[in-house]
């Protein structure tokens, strides 16, 4: 069993074996090659009765563990969206871990919570966020978009379902197709039903139709229901549409409906001022959520949550046991009493590390540099005779896929399904797929915290071999 003098060895150790994972991340497959079973299937069924040495648990890590994970902070880790690390971000999350600190309230760590408040007043002007704005850190912008919602039910039933739960209240909630399943998933957890979520036609882009949307929320009105929120995307997870939000926000405040912007991914681009304009019309929203784990290069989780009415948010969580009681209370943010849990990690501690070693101008520069390499990612695609660019791009995602002449679309979502597993089965890259109006499309995400345009290059080369394979 670890001491403190054997602690010591081993984090040393560990350390540096950390350092030389990041020096040859490359050298590992993107994707897990395991097949299903395979890595439980190599451990023992029941716990050790004695302790064993840590040199025992860490060969079995490298051995066994390892090849199932798939190396996410991968430079040619081009999938899903991007759970970003970087090394200040490495060293803010051990000190997190080394403090142990559960950061609920004021009172359990006064420099967690200050610090906290700190980051959202950095973020805001940067951002473009209102300056009357104020927020917190939750873990994942599932969290911060089902409090929103919640926070839309109470306000909207001037908080009579959190004290004598559903009476007929026939609440109505609003997003396009192209939405996360998050929204789905927080429609059910807070009890309002899949049934009463309304999906809103989209338009050429995949963005929400303003008239379509104010058409849904009267036709509710006039059948009995009762408009409640509207989420709207400021980067869908398919296609990173852009619904538009002062169009949106007008009709929601012409109806007295929460607007929740959901920006987990694309929310990181407002970082550089020439995207401010994906947000105009935001001081007409409720809420606003981004990851920084995603494209900020703060190690998971990591996720901001900005609101206009803090009071809606604590009346909707607030719970004061007595042993939670104190005499600061009032004259400090209880961050407990902003969301769903009352546990809350030291989030803010890595995200601080992250912005002064990058500097803003450093994540600028970077955030920049990943959007030309998708631009000229792009360009090779439009240029190649067997690949086409299913819909516009946007930031640093490109959707795309390949073409051959005298198949059926059935024929070509089967081809590139086909291009996926093999690009992904070589272990060389890892691409997921969308479907965009009906078409099978690879999705290529440009954002891993150190990729340079070599790695896209490769990739590039990768995925035209694979093509030609199978052609």
Partial sequence: MLDKKSFREEAHKLVDWMADFYENI????????????????????????KGESFDQVFKDFESIILPGMTQWQSPKFHAYFPANSSYPSVLGEMLTTTLGAQCMIWETSPAAAELEELMINWLKPLMNIPDNW???????????????????REKKTNWSINQNGFDNQKLRFYCSSETHS????????????????????????????????????????E??????AVVAAVGTTGTLAIDPISAIGDICQKYDVWLHIDAA???????????????????????????????MFTNFDCTVYFIK??????????ILPEYLKTSTRGQVKDYRDWG???GRRFRALKLWFVIRDFGVEGIQTRLREHISFAQWFADQVNEHPNFEIVIEPKLNVVCFRMIASGKTEEQLDQLNANLVAAINGSGEAYLTHTKVKGKYALRMVIGQTYVQRNHIEESWQL?????????
């Avoid at 009415?309 to 607030?318: A, G, N, R």
């Avoid at 995925?463 to 052609?471: E, F, G, P």
Wanted: with cysteine.
């Fill in 26 to 49: 490359e050298s590992y497959p993107v994707k897990s090659q395991a097949k299903p079973g395979e890595v439980i299937n190599q451990l023992p069924v029941t716990p050790p009765a």
């Fill in 223 to 228: 059948n009995g229901f009762l408009p409640c």
């Fill in 309 to 318: 009415d803090e009071e809606s948010l604590i009346k909707t969580f607030e």
């Fill in 340 to 342: 769903v849990p009352l």
């Fill in 134 to 152: 104020t927020g917190c850190i939750q873990d994942t912008a599932s969290t911060a978009t089902l409090a929103a919602m919640i926070s839309a």
């Fill in 463 to 471: 995925i035209r071999t694979k093509a030609n394979a199978l052609l």
């Fill in 182 to 221: 998050s929204i789905d998933k927080a429609v059910k957890i807070l009890g309002a039903g899949m049934g009463n979520l309304v999906k809103v036609e989209v338009d050429e882009n995949l963005a929400i139709i303003p008239s379509a949307l104010e058409s849904a929320i009267k036709n509710d009105l």
């Fill in 265 to 295: 991914y694309a929310g990181t681009a407002l970082m550089l001022p020439e995207y401010h304009e994906m947000i105009s019309g935001i001081e007409k929203a409720d809420s606003f959520v981004f990851n920084p784990h995603k494209w």
